[in-house]
């Protein structure tokens, strides 16, 4: 059910009870005004937030990084300027200039923080079977 229809619901259903109970639909309609200006605040947030942390992948990219366009294509950081990228790519390894915007994901950060993480996760588990270990 879209918005629309649950606001002809809700307008009829109040002309409807108008007498009856015209205080509860209007209430009712509050709460839903509310309920619908939350909603939007938490995605308008959700969404500045992944700005955010694309900006800041963007802005940490150094020489030698793996990146991959919003084109596709994947390359090697070999110039960092304030508003450009120099990427190497392929075999003959042909320079390309892009944007700072169309870097998508730098690949060497991401593999990273995949390797930081397992690593992580492997010293919890050690430290748990150290733990049980020493129990018994």
Sequence with gaps: MDFYNLLAMSSSAATADTSASGGSSLLFMVIFMVFIIGYMFLLTRKDKKNQQAEQNMRDTIKIGDEVLTIGGVIGKVVTVKEESVDIE??????????????????????????????????????????KSKAKK
């Design 89 to 130: 790519t392929g075999a003959d390894r042909t320079k390309l200039r892009f944007t700072k915007s169309a870097i998508a994901k730098n690949i060497t950060a991401d593999k990273k923080a995949e390797e930081l993480k397992a690593a992580k996760v492997k010293a919890a588990a050690d430290a748990k079977a150290a």
